[in-house]
């Protein structure tokens, strides 16, 4: 079945810097969801991209799905604390598969 | 949005007991809900696919006997861990999608999780 790869698996910035999370499959994706989930809490949606190349901004959020959609990124600038968490990369067909995770710490 | 109401929160039972845990759509019809575990700093695991009125779909490595699953309803599903054991103490939790949506950048909807502790 599909399988989405995301790297780092762990990333310690400092306050202010910038963060990006890198999601990798050996297939063609119809489509790629990015969660992000507190300590202690569950997923929550953040988007989902559908479209070869397509860019979508939330804020300091920066979302990029691959012009061959096999990679996507989640890039975040200026990181403030409330970023702190886990983000994970998904892609749905009847099910949905989730990458391990990258866990981001932030340095005050 | 769709809201998805998950109970309980936090249960510890003794071994060899069973658990039922509750995922419910609020405001929603879901025919499909999934049923996810995940073990501390891990990724979440998806254990099985529930499906109103029908049989749930396990995957690969999830003993159904164990986990049983009923969806008899649209707006519920249970998971009823059987015969718990320590090694089944981890975080479980439940989603749905609102396919009445028809956004495609409109995701699914996660439960609150069940940490569930055996002792």
């Known amino acids: 079945g599909q399988q989405v790869m995301q790297i780092p698996q762990y990333q310690h910035v400092q306050e202010g810097e910038d963060f990006t999370t890198y999601c990798n499959s050996s297939?063609?994706?119809?489509?790629i969801q990015w969660y992000k989930q507190r300590p202690g809490g569950h997923p929550v949606f953040l988007i989902q991209l559908v479209k070869s190349g397509e860019v979508k901004k939330q804020k300091r959020l920066t979302f990029q799905f691959g012009e061959a959609k096999k990679n996507s990124s989640l890039h975040i600038t200026a990181t403030q604390t409330t970023d702190v968490g886990t983000y994970f990369c998904s892609t749905r067909d009847d099910k949905i598969i989730f990458g391990k995770g990258t866990r981001l710490h932030i340095l005050p | 949005g769709a809201v998805v109401s998950q109970h309980p929160s936090r249960v510890i039972c003794k071994s060899g007991t069973s658990v039922k845990i509750e995922c419910r759509s609020l405001?929603?019809?879901?025919?499909?809900m999934f049923w996810y575990r995940q073990f501390p700093k891990q990724s979440l695991m998806l254990m099985a696919t529930s499906n109103e009125g029908s049989k749930a779909t396990y995957e690969q490595g999830v003993e159904k006997d164990k986990f049983l699953i009923n969806h008899a309803s649209l707006t519920l599903s249970t998971l009823t861990v059987t015969s718990a054991h320590p090694e089944d103490s981890s975080f479980y939790i439940c989603?749905?999608?609102?396919?009445?949506?028809?956004?495609?950048?409109?995701?699914?909807?996660f439960g609150s999780g069940t940490r569930l502790t055996v002792v």
């Open positions: 297939t063609t994706l119809s489509n």
């Open positions: 989603s749905a999608r609102d396919f009445r949506q028809t956004n495609p950048h409109y995701g699914y909807t």
């Open positions: 405001d929603f019809q879901a025919t499909t």
